[in-house]
């Protein structure tokens, strides 16, 4: 079994900062491809950030330069550092993973999620 637990969302002021925190933990060989996704109230949810076991990271356009996605692979953690935050970021932010677990499988798991409201 593996879990995913994000941490570090709340409420901020505009033009404020904020750091998530996304640990994976579990019966986990590998870790592939994490990311952040978001989700504000009736829209789709929308990819923020990922970031490969290599290094490699890709953002949305819309926090480009403002936010920095980095992993911890000894820790099996993945971090966004959220800066110049603007009311449009307000959401429901999830953590993303792809994992091979012990037993070999291949699979997507995502976490519960963390509230970022951001007030202008």
């Known amino acids: 079994q593996v879990q995913l637990v994000e941490s570090g969302g709340g409420l901020v002021q505009a033009g404020g900062s904020l750091r998530l925190s996304c640990a994976a933990s579990g019966s986990i060989r590998s870790i592939n491809t994490m990311g952040w996704y978001r989700q504000a109230p009736g829209k789709q949810r929308e990819l923020v950030a990922d970031?490969?076991?290599?290094?490699?990271?890709n953002y949305a356009d819309s926090v480009q330069g403002r936010f920095i996605i980095s992993r911890d692979n000894a820790k099996n953690t993945v971090y966004l550092q959220m800066n110049s935050l603007k009311p449009e970021d307000t959401a429901m932010y999830y953590c993303n993973a792809e994992i091979r677990t012990k037993l070999g499988w291949l699979r997507t798991y995502w976490g519960q999620g963390t509230q970022v409201t951001v007030s202008s």
């Open positions: 970031i490969t076991s290599g290094g490699r990271t």
